[in-house]
């Protein structure tokens, strides 16, 4: 039996993600900080969204909740279907795998490992062939071509952002969390980024959420949706 349905059939629902009532806080001492006050969200097939709000609004601790990299207090997500926290740690980790991409704010490059390494790691993860050609193509897109032998330490950070880039793209995920992905770029490599991003998504039917600060990206998406007091606003 196959554990997780594996893409794009005829019959999958238009709403890839859901997410109902999601509460998260952080306790910090005697204080406990509310990040999420009982969030809903739905977000369709092939829709692009751009996730705003003010610095620590909560919008990276969404992002990690949304993709089931951090488990809510309460409330659930579900994708295709699927109740994401409700899967055992090993399916979940096969289903983030397979169907999710995620570029995070701070990058999270594995220190060790060569550009073209750290692109690579989550193809050889799912034991999928062609990985480092892949890997190539994708570094070259983001503009890396001559950077592939090169250590986090040894890039920009804006080449580290690029490479992150690369790295969510490995898997042809479904779904494609960004952090403020083009935070640390120009404005021109930033825009060509994101074009790149956008064209992916129309083209290959994905979704993508990206959080931004940039009034100006987030106007060129589908839904532009704003995080305050622990809710969205739309
Ligand atoms: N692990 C944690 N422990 C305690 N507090 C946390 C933790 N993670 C996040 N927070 C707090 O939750 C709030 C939301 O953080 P989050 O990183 O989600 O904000 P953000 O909207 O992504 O901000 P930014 O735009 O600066 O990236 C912040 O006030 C932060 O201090
Ligand atoms: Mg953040």
Redesign the pocket.
Known sequence: MELIDSGHSGNEPSTVLRAVSLV?S???GSSE?E?LRGMSLEISRSERIFLC????????????TLAGL?RPDSGSVEINGRSLYSLSATQQTKFRNEKIGYVF?NYFLLPDLTALENVCLPALIKGSGGGRLRAEELLEQVGLSDRLNHRPAELSGGEQQRVAIARSLINDPQILFA??PTGNLDSSTGGELMEMLMHLVTEKEKTLIV?T?DSKLASLGDRQLT?ADGRIRA
């Open positions: 998260r952080f306790r910090m900080i990040v709000g003010d610095s620590g609004a909560g919008k990276s601790t969404l992002l990690y951090e704010q952090d403020e959080v600060h995080l």
